[in-house]
T-cell receptor, first 114, second 111 residues
């Protein structure tokens, strides 16, 4: 238990569906992250939020829309996804968005796009 | 960011020490060495990090060479639950917060 929770743990959606992934951290951290991990590939950073403000968008397609209403919650809104978007989506948090800060990861949401 | 090189896989006997090497020959003076691991289908888990000195915590020890060009993660008494992919990452203390996860080392602990 890392103090970072993600829901749902598994999600199957069609290409025309709209769904949202939720992440919550109970660590009092100020920075939150979304990562994508496709099969047989390294983790890829998608978005970074610091004090609710987006500070990094790693060239992510607009069909992924993040939302950070407060420092404890992070959402990833999904719409018109493609089958190649099937992956494990991981949320993480750290005290500050600094390379010196340890990131704590949630268990991930396993997404399958049909 | 400095890049790291790790062996793709290694086996370890249960109860024995597991020594995981990592090369980071282009590391710069303000870059930390971090180790994370990822058990199958779970999120990565922080293990340990260091800058220059050797570090130890309840999970592992980190030995960094004097020139900082390489390091070794030591799991003192490997258990079957230590089977995972282990990532060695270098990261700066500046605003560069990106953890660049490579392929890591797949460690299999065998009974």
């Amino acid at each position: 238990e890392t103090g970072v929770t993600q829901t749902p743990r598994h999600l199957v959606m069609g290409m025309t569906n709209k769904k949202s992934l939720k992440c919550e951290q109970h660590l009092g951290h100020n920075a939150m992250y979304w990562y994508k991990q496709s099969a047989k590939k390294p983790l890829e950073l998608m978005f970074v939020y610091n004090f609710k403000e987006q500070t990094e968008n790693n060239s992510v397609p607009s069909r992924f829309s993040p939302e950070c209403p407060n420092s404890s919650h992070l959402f990833l809104h999904l719409h018109t996804l493609q089958p190649e978007d099937s992956a494990l989506y991981l949320c993480a948090s750290s005290q500050e968005p600094s390379g010196e800060e340890t990131q704590y990861f949630g268990p991930g949401t396993r997404l399958l796009v049909l | 960011d400095a890049k790291t090189t790790q062996p793709p896989s290694m086996d370890c006997a249960e109860g024995r020490a597991a020594n995981l090497p990592c090369n980071h020959s282009t590391i710069s003076g303000n870059e930390y060495v971090y180790w994370y691991r990822q058990i199958h289908s779970q999120g990565p888990q922080y293990i340990i990090h260091g800058l220059k000195n050797n570090e130890t915590n309840e999970m592992a020890s980190l030995i960094i060479t004097e020139d900082r060009k390489s390091s070794t993660l030591i799991l003192p008494h490997a258990t079957l639950r230590d089977t995972a992919v282990y990532y060695c990452i270098v990261s700066t203390s500046s605003n560069d917060y990106k953890l660049s996860f490579g392929a890591g080392t797949t460690v299999t602990v065998r009974a």
